[in-house]
């Protein structure tokens, strides 16, 4: 009895001096970053503000650090950052959800840092594939297709039915350059292109002629996320080719949508550091707040993007989780962008960009 009590004497004191130490770290961090500001792009509208409510409040509650966040479309993005790295004068710190696509001319281009992984604990709990010397994984993103579940509109099975001229509907795509990589990549792949052949490259023309068979029932172009979900809340189209998170927003407002991983391409998006940041210590600590899986649950519920961590789900109500892009159902058709085609498509980005975008204006 008494080498029990002398044991759990010795735990309590052990997990008081844990806990003690716990405290001072965080006080020492708050300490530390009190006062800091950091400035991070946001792709804008419900992603923004889940982004302020599930991490940005809290954290500045916990630190007394300051995250102010910028709202711009990918295309104002990339044309901002690439101007304040080359005048010198970095006025975003870092971007919130870079897509990998993206990544690589990125990085070619010096415009992101990378990451010191020993000031970031929990990288190395997620999957490897989806680790980056340039980035900190902070959500699975998901390009696929929806439907309105209705009286008289074919239900999706895959992609594939999206191009299909026979199954018709009024259909929604991006009018974004930075867009077209996306467009093209699930086009081709559902008209029988390997993932191994995309690598090679992409044949615009082919991409630009299987759009062509259903362009004349593409009644409306998105230019923005928010965008994106309020053309399906409101009912105006029947076919959305578009990002889960933004499906799963319309699903919540309009239950009538539904999602369709069959067909669709996945890869991580990244919280990086924008190349000549003063302030990666106030980015270091962020994503370390992101990393946890019960926040990445809560910004689940709030956006409805999918976390890296496949333990995030277990914090998510069920209803949620036929949307979700980690569960074994959903990887089990979803394809995987290997590293190959995301060179493809940063190669080949501003051509497809200039295409796409002559050929939604014709």
Known sequence: MKSTLKALSHHTRLFGITAALIM??????????????????????????????AYVKPFEAETGAKIRLVEADVDAMIGAVSAQVKAGNVEWDGLSGLDAPYMPKFIKDGLIEKIDVSKIPGLEKLPKALRSDYGVPVLNSVVTVSYRNADNIAPLKSVKDFFDPNIKGARVVSSLAGEAQMVCALALLSDGVSVEELSKGFDIDRCLKIVDRIKNQITAYWANGSQMAQLMIDNSVDYCLCWDGRIIQAAQANPQWKIQHNGGIQFPG??????????????????????????????????????????????????????????????????ALPDSLLEAMSRQQVELGRAWQAYVGK
């Open 270 to 335: 990244y919280f990086t550091y924008t190349k000549g940041t003063k302030n990666a210590d106030v980015l270091d600590a962020f994503a370390v707040y992101m990393l946890d899986p019960k926040r990445q649950a809560e910004f689940t519920k709030l956006v409805g993007y999918s976390s890296p961590n496949p333990d995030s789900v277990a914090y998510l109500p069920d209803n949620l989780k036929p949307f979700i892009s980690v569960t074994p159902e959903a990887q089990a058709v979803l394809t």
């Open 24 to 53: 001072l770290c965080s006080a020492t961090q708050a300490a530390d970053l009190k006062g800091k500001e950091a400035v991070l792009w946001s792709s804008g509208g419900k992603y923004t503000t889940a982004l302020e409510e």
